[in-house]
């Protein structure tokens, strides 16, 4: 979706709204750490995060994969910002071709920073001149596809910014008229510099609308986290510091969190009087850092540190060809990611009711199914690779897990327990004791209300729904057992599958089974969840094959546990189980005496 559609959408109904910008990193932990933080601060539902263009283009390649990963992994609305920096056209259009095919609509077009090493800007031989000539390309070659972005100067462009500080009368309304050019030729949105004056950037508004510049213009804010970071950056953008700041800065310069905590107050004021102004969205500039950001937020009233809004019990990616997707199989809960590349493709999406599975083809299990984070591979080590006498250790090391004592699963792509799993946690503990080593489940919901902040979704106002969910490993001999007290719990209904394919089942190959549904003011019932008897035997491949490669492989060549856990892999079933009474049912009865 357009971000200009997003924003208007919003002040139709008076809502403020906020964004965050972030850079490529350095080095491969930069990324897996920045994508940590992106999660987290995502969760807060920005309406849209941009990732910046480096220098001369050095960070192209690095670019276009995290806009990728934002919009289709994160699963947030991505802004990529293109620059003309030693661009020729066909880089240009490499560029926008591959994150239009990425599903990603919204570009911040700029001249970019001269290379590093040179003072000016210089065009280069098939390439552009200016932001000007970039958005002219895109309108007329890419049509309506695009929402382009530009960038608006407070204080003129640095280039017209003097040794003085200042912008002759002249240049700044030069500059000016530059922006509405821009505007004029196909931009529908504008995002500003970084500023710390507000009447500067009042007076900036009100002279772009005396000129006939009407779309959206979006206050750009830099938390001063650190001193010399704060003196680096506006003396490159040439920002004037009020002279306020400066005494304010002055005495605690050294004290980094005393700077910090300063910089958090200065900008929650600064955003205040935005507000009061008038305008209802902000952009914050993050410097790849979250507390400051969400502190402002915070202050703000804009976001809650406890309450996070799921507008779906899972999120979906944002890009234009999933844009309808309100329909998954549960058995990817928790590997959200995973399942987003295994469909990547797919012609459409379900919408309203889970169709056949069968006619789109999931991807094949690659190897980047099991790839991880730097970090959560360095947790798994430290969490499960101990030494294994048996099954019972084994046992032993799950219900450790689902008493809250691990943050890591190797069947899990998330952190620790989710809140609805924490409702059955105890019982969960107790099973896994028993040997049915549990990777996936959910309570039995009767009508909570929407926005409760355990099971809820979909905001307030509605009441959700949930049939008990569990999955899980067992022996042979267990399943027998299981399946033989089956026949005095007709509610539930159960799939079992071993790795090379055999099948046990009470259900039918297409009997699709809604286990999630909520009812809301003036919509039909979503269904958001399904068990889909198809799909499970594509995810039985992929949760088999988390035993070794992203267990046993952790542990050497030869090792006894290692071993152990391959001969669970190769004998044990895969169980996928729903209690359908989800009024009076009792899931775990059925386990009693088992």
Sequence with gaps: MK??????????????????????????????????????????????????????????????????????????????????????????????????????????????????????????????????????????????YFGITVAGYPEAHPDAIGPNGLASKEDYESDLLYLKSKVDAGADLIVTQLFYDIDIFFKFVDDCRQIGITCPIVPGIMPINNYKGFLRMTGFCKTKIPDEVTAALEPIKDNEEAVKNYGIHLATETCKKILAHGIKTLHLYTLNMEKSALAILLNLGLIEEQKIYRSLPWRRPTNVFRVKEDVRPIFWANRPKSYITRTTGWDQ????????????????????????????????????????????????????????????????????????????????????????????????????????????????????????????????EKLNALVDKCQCFSSITYVAVNKEGSLISNVGSADVNAVTWGVFPAKEII????????????????????????????????????????????????????????????????????
């Design 527 to 594: 269904q958001p969840t399904v068990v889909d008897p198809a799909s499970f035997m594509v995810w039985k491949d992929e949760a088999f094959e988390i035993w070794s490669a992203a267990w046993a492989n952790l542990y050497s060549e030869g090792d006894p546990s290692r071993k152990l856990l391959e001969q669970v892999q190769s004998s044990y079933y895969l169980v996928s189980l729903v209690d359908n009474d989800y009024i009076q049912g009792d899931i775990f009865a059925i386990f009693s005496d088992l």
């Design 3 to 144: 971000v200009i559609d997003k924003i208007v959408e919003a002040a139709s109904s008076d809502k403020t709204v906020f964004s965050f910008e972030f850079f490529p990193p350095k080095t491969d932990d930069g990324v897996d750490n920045l994508f940590d933080r992106m999660e987290r601060m995502v969760s807060h539902n920005p309406t849209f995060c941009d990732i910046t263009w480096g220098a001369g283009g050095s960070t192209a390649d690095l670019t276009l994969e995290i806009a990728n990963r934002m919009q289709n992994i994160v699963c947030v609305e991505t802004m990529m910002h293109l620059t003309c920096t030693n661009m020729p056209l066909d880089k240009i259009d490499h560029a926008l071709e591959t994150i239009k095919g990425y599903g990603i609509q919204n570009v911040l077009a700029l001249r970019g920073d001269p290379p590093h090493g040179q003072d000016k800007f210089v065009q280069i031989q098939d390439g552009f001149a200016c932001a000007l000539d970039l958005v002219k390309h895109m309108r007329a070659n890419y049509g309506d």
């Design 349 to 476: 999406y379900p919408h309203g009711r889970w169709s056949d599975s069968v006619n789109p083809s999931y991807g094949a299990l690659t190897e980047h199914q099991f790839m991880r984070p730097r970090a959560r591979d360095k947790k798994l080590k430290e969490e499960w690779v101990v030494p294994l006498n048996g099954i019972q250790d084994i046992q032993e090391k799950f219900r450790t897990y689902y008493r809250g004592e691990l943050k890591s699963s190797p069947w899990s792509e998330l952190d620790g327990l989710q809140p609805g799993t924490q409702i059955i946690s105890e019982q969960l503990g107790s099973i896994n004791l028993k040997g049915f080593l549990t990777i996936n489940s959910q309570p039995a919901v009767n009508g909570e209300k929407s926005d409760s902040q355990t099971v809820g979704w979909g905001g307030p106002g509605g009441f959700v729904y949930q049939k008990a969910y569990l999955e899980f490993f067992c022996s042979k």
